[in-house]
């Protein structure tokens, strides 16, 4: 499908953007990667201030424990040792914690709640005060002058703990005798959401002729961002002002929770800056104890205070992700149609519920539809409190945890009824012609062909002659698998965007912008974006992000939001540049505005071959500028179909992931090699949860088993086949782009794609599930327990 950006007078631009016949990765390179790529990035450990101290934490050793004393005075003697911070000076400087940011579902009827009230939940103290809950908390913190000081001093300094029982099990944490973390929540569970008609999906389930039952978790993950956190705060005494620079995804948010909730001070006091960041997955998106506590340190001591994560705290001290476990039952007719689905969810928030710890908990009952034709469903959530990391938004944020369960009980529907699962899925997919569909969550899908994806994936991954290849992997000694998946999200109305422009007097255009880039190519695409819709060149444009002193507002990068709701903005504020211009220009020209056209980065008479430019206007006003603040009003749904093909060695139980198919709606793509790449990196990190990763606590005590990349596993590129990616650029009209969100699809339907896969290819053995991550170990227990041998499918 071609598509094009219009400008002004209703006509497509000649664009730099492109379109499905221009490809843009050859027009429009990344401008990103040369710095990047050569060095002269700017990360948060490049950053050093004159006089900086350096900051170490002490953390917890234990996963529950009663402090009964801290002792510094060995610390203290340490030579360059500036401060032993502790929740004794937190207190008495009347430091607020770290708020929950997004409510919890309150019943119908209830009064409005402020952002961080503590009746909801309490907010996680900066430092430990009298009681730890799990290992890597925070109890501590040594400023020094020098970091091998600080460590140095860190390593003397005696905490006396009382330890207390340990949970790390959301279930477990609900049972009765579980070791209580909260004393206003005595049974461990924080909230509770239940959404559909149970009356309707009981009746569904009398009238079924078959019903598959699943029980999975879908297990703790770790961002693992390639550059850990940091932060680096400095204190003005002339202006009684802070500068934060951090590695950070929410530049605005993360000043403005720092202002409210933890110092109490306006917004104004503060500024924070951030320069390249290496990732973040959501794990940098949220305020962390880190980031409050060397702004307080600089105040106190005079002097910056930096702190840079080393890799085991990045998995001791990050928001982690997932941790699902759910019972989920689907209900079918003779034909194979689903009926009703039911999944009940227990969701592991950690030790504290964070700051968008709801999202991921309740996100996937938007859509547990998935992208079929289900009438009747109910889902219930319960999510509680454990001895373990808090959780919070993790690439998916919900979506991948709830299609796993969708797209493995078609799979094991299919099975049972004997028919192919490619059929089952043809059968109850949302026809082309049904679309706008209101889905089982209240959202109305639009804008979607899933029947055209499907047939598209099954012809680019060879469906047909899967067969052939199966024999040919047997004659070979190896058991070969195809599983499907698909996957949906909805994105769109959450948070709106602001993007300002300047156009200097010598004709560079300036787009200053609250999203923060963190690998997805931001000045590319806004660049682009501006170029088209002005008809300038992307070489004279600028993209200024990550400053709140400069920016004047903004909510960050976040829920894949930044083309889609940021890119809007910067449409917009395109339009109003104009318009500011178009006056002008009808003066210099002697003609009335409504005669005044505007394309391709000139302003013309109808009718007549006057003209001027918008750079020469703007040399005459000595700059214009324009701003814009997009929301949306409705909901985008990119979604795609994901094949993987896969050998399974089942004497040693080693998975080989040989093909991997990709047809994908994204709506319009204005920078096609950056959606690969999101597409290639969600899909990869899907990949990577199916087979290798897994966050491990001690079940006893709550230690972290997983706590360093020797001992949690990320995927290498021997893990992954070549991705074949295609798109159907169906547009929507959420936003004047017509694109959809891309950053999270790849993750979503990956597992399950998987998965589907490997049981496919284990189905004569009798194997009917495996639990992710299906790791060598964890495949041949299947294998074994299904052929009635001790063990196991757990993999513990």
């Known amino acids: 499908m071609t598509a094009h950006l219009r400008g002004l007078d209703g006509q497509p631009i000649p664009?730099?953007?492109?379109?499905?016949?221009?490809?843009?990765?050859?027009?429009?390179?990344?401008?990103?990667?040369?710095?990047?790529?050569?060095?002269?990035?700017?990360?948060?450990?490049?950053?050093?201030?004159?006089?900086?101290?350096?900051?170490?934490f002490v953390r917890s050793t234990h996963a529950h424990a009663r402090i009964r004393t801290i002792d510094r005075s060995s610390a203290l003697r340490v030579d360059g040792v500036r401060a032993i911070l502790t929740a004794a000076e937190v207190d008495a400087d009347r430091l607020g914690g770290i708020p929950w940011e997004v409510c919890p579902p309150q019943p119908i009827g209830s009064p409005p709640v402020e952002p961080g009230d503590p009746?909801?939940?309490?907010?996680?103290?900066?430092?430990?005060?009298?009681?730890?809950?799990?290992?890597?908390?925070?109890?501590?913190?040594?400023?020094?002058?020098?970091?091998?000081?600080?460590?140095?001093?860190?390593?003397?300094?005696?905490?006396?703990?009382?330890?207390?029982?340990?949970?790390?099990?959301?279930?477990?944490?609900?049972?009765?005798?579980?070791?209580?973390?909260?004393?206003?929540?005595?049974?461990?569970?924080?909230?509770?959401?239940?959404?559909?008609?149970?009356?309707?999906?009981?009746?569904?389930?009398?009238?079924?002729?078959?019903?598959?039952?699943?029980?999975?978790?879908?297990?703790?993950?770790?961002?693992?961002?390639?550059?850990?956190?940091?932060?680096?705060?400095?204190?003005?005494?002339?202006?009684?002002?802070?500068?934060?620079?951090?590695?950070?995804?929410?530049?605005?948010?993360?000043?403005?929770?720092?202002?409210?909730?933890?110092?109490?001070?306006?917004?104004?006091?503060?500024?924070?800056?951030?320069?390249?960041?290496?990732?973040?997955?959501?794990?940098?998106?949220?305020?962390?104890?880190?980031?409050?506590?060397?702004?307080?340190?600089?105040?106190?001591?005079?002097?910056?205070?930096?702190?840079?994560?080393?890799?085991?705290?990045?998995?001791?001290?990050?928001?982690?992700?997932?941790?699902?476990?759910?019972?989920?039952?689907?209900?079918?007719?003779?034909?194979?149609?689903?009926?009703?689905?039911?999944?009940?969810?227990?969701?592991?928030l950690g030790a504290w519920l964070g700051p968008r710890g709801v999202v991921p908990a309740i996100?996937?009952?938007?859509?547990?539809?998935?992208?079929?034709?289900?009438?009747?469903?109910?889902?219930?959530?319960?999510?509680?409190?454990?001895?373990?990391?808090?959780?919070?938004?993790?690439?998916?944020?919900?979506?991948?945890?709830?299609?796993?369960?969708?797209?493995?009980?078609?799979?094991?529907?299919?099975?049972?009824l004997g028919i192919g699962p490619d059929e089952m899925r043809r059968r109850n997919l949302i026809a082309a012609a049904q679309i706008p569909y209101k889905a089982l969550g209240g959202l109305t899908y639009d804008f979607c062909n899933f029947p055209m994806v499907l047939d598209r994936a099954l012809e680019l991954s060879r469906w047909a002659a899967f067969a052939d290849r199966r024999k040919a992997s047997a004659a070979g000694g190896m058991r070969r698998g195809i599983g499907i998946a698909f996957g949906i999200e909805a994105f769109g109305t959450s948070y709106g965007e602001s993007a300002e422009l300047r156009l200097t007097g010598d004709g560079l255009l300036e787009i200053l912008i609250g999203t923060q880039s963190s690998g997805q190519g931001h000045e590319t695409v806004y660049a682009a974006i501006a170029a088209a819709r002005l008809g300038i060149s992307a070489d004279r444009v600028s993209i200024v992000q990550g400053d709140t002193d400069r920016i004047a507002r903004g909510n960050g990068?976040?829920?894949?939001?930044?083309?889609?709701?940021?890119?809007?903005?910067?449409?917009?504020?395109?339009?109003?540049l104009v318009e500011v211009g178009r006056e002008l220009a009808a003066d210099r020209?002697?003609?009335?505005?409504?005669?005044?056209?505007?394309?391709?980065?000139?302003?013309?008479?109808?009718?007549?071959?006057?003209?001027?430019?918008?750079?020469?206007?703007?040399?005459?006003?000595?700059?214009?500028?324009?701003?814009?603040?997009?929301?949306?009003k409705g909901?985008?749904?990119?979604?795609?179909?994901?094949?993987?093909?896969?050998?399974v060695d089942d004497e040693t139980g080693r998975v080989r992931l040989l093909d991997y198919t990709i047809m994908h709606d994204s709506g319009r793509i204005i920078n096609e090699s950056i959606v690969r790449g999101q597409l290639h990196g969600g899909t990869v990190q899907g990949i990577g949860q199916a087979l290798v990763e897994r966050c491990v606590y001690d079940p006893?005590?709550?230690?972290l088993l997983s706590a360093t990349l020797m001992d949690y596993a990320l995927p290498r590129a021997h893990d992954v086949s070549l991705l074949q990616l295609e798109f159907y650029d169906r547009e929507t009209d959420a936003n004047p782009l017509g694109s959809k969100a891309v950053g999270e699809a790849g993750t979503v339907p990956a597992p399950a794609a998987v998965i589907n896969a490997i049981v496919d290819a284990l189905k004569p053995l009798g194997v009917k599930h495996i639990e992710m991550p299906a790791t060598p170990e964890r495949v041949w227990r299947a294998i074994a327990l299904a052929q009635g041998s001790p063990g196991d499918d757990s993999g513990d």
């Open 557 to 576: 990068t976040g829920a894949s939001r930044s083309l889609t709701i940021g890119g809007s903005a910067v449409v917009g504020a395109c339009d109003r």
């Open 635 to 647: 909901f985008n749904f990119p979604y795609g179909c994901h094949i993987a093909e896969v050998e």
């Open 700 to 703: 006893d005590t709550g230690q």
């Open 589 to 632: 020209l002697e003609a009335a505005a409504v005669d005044i056209t505007y394309a391709n980065g000139c302003y013309r008479v109808v009718g007549t071959d006057r003209m001027v430019s918008l750079a020469a206007i703007a040399v005459d006003a000595d700059g214009l500028s324009a701003e814009y603040s997009f929301g949306a």
């Open 119 to 348: 009746r909801i939940a309490p907010p996680q103290t900066l430092l430990a005060r009298d009681r730890v809950r799990y290992v890597g908390e925070p109890v501590a913190l040594v400023v020094a002058e020098s970091l091998a000081v600080a460590q140095e001093a860190a390593e003397h300094v005696a905490i006396d703990y009382e330890p207390l029982a340990a949970v790390v099990e959301a279930r477990s944490a609900m049972m009765d005798g579980a070791p209580r973390l909260h004393d206003q929540f005595p049974d461990n569970v924080c909230f509770a959401y239940a959404e559909g008609d149970p009356d309707g999906v009981e009746e569904a389930f009398r009238s079924a002729c078959t019903i598959v039952e699943l029980d999975t978790a879908n297990q703790r993950l770790v961002a693992a961002p390639i550059e850990p956190r940091g932060y680096l705060g400095a204190w003005d005494a002339a202006t009684n002002r802070w500068t934060l620079f951090a590695a950070a995804g929410k530049p605005h948010p993360l000043r403005d929770t720092l202002a409210q909730f933890v110092f109490r001070v306006p917004r104004s006091c503060i500024r924070v800056v951030v320069g390249d960041v290496g990732g973040g997955f959501g794990a940098k998106n949220v305020l962390y104890a880190e980031a409050a506590l060397v702004l307080w340190a600089a105040r106190r001591l005079g002097s910056p205070v930096r702190w840079i994560a080393d890799r085991s705290e990045t998995f001791m001290s990050d928001m982690q992700g997932r941790d699902h476990w759910s019972r989920a039952v689907m209900a079918f007719d003779r034909n194979g149609s689903i009926l009703a689905i039911r999944v009940k969810t227990v969701v592991n």
């Open 363 to 416: 996100s996937g009952a938007k859509i547990l539809s998935g992208v079929y034709r289900i009438a009747n469903g109910r889902i219930e959530i319960t999510a509680a409190f454990s001895n373990t990391v808090p959780t919070c938004p993790y690439r998916g944020a919900g979506s991948p945890e709830i299609i796993f369960v969708i797209e493995r009980l078609i799979d094991l529907a299919a099975r049972r």
């Open 15 to 56: 664009s730099a953007v492109g379109t499905s016949e221009q490809k843009t990765d050859a027009s429009w390179p990344r401008r990103e990667d040369a710095r990047l790529l050569t060095g002269s990035g700017r990360f948060i450990a490049d950053l050093a201030l004159d006089g900086q101290l350096h900051g170490v």
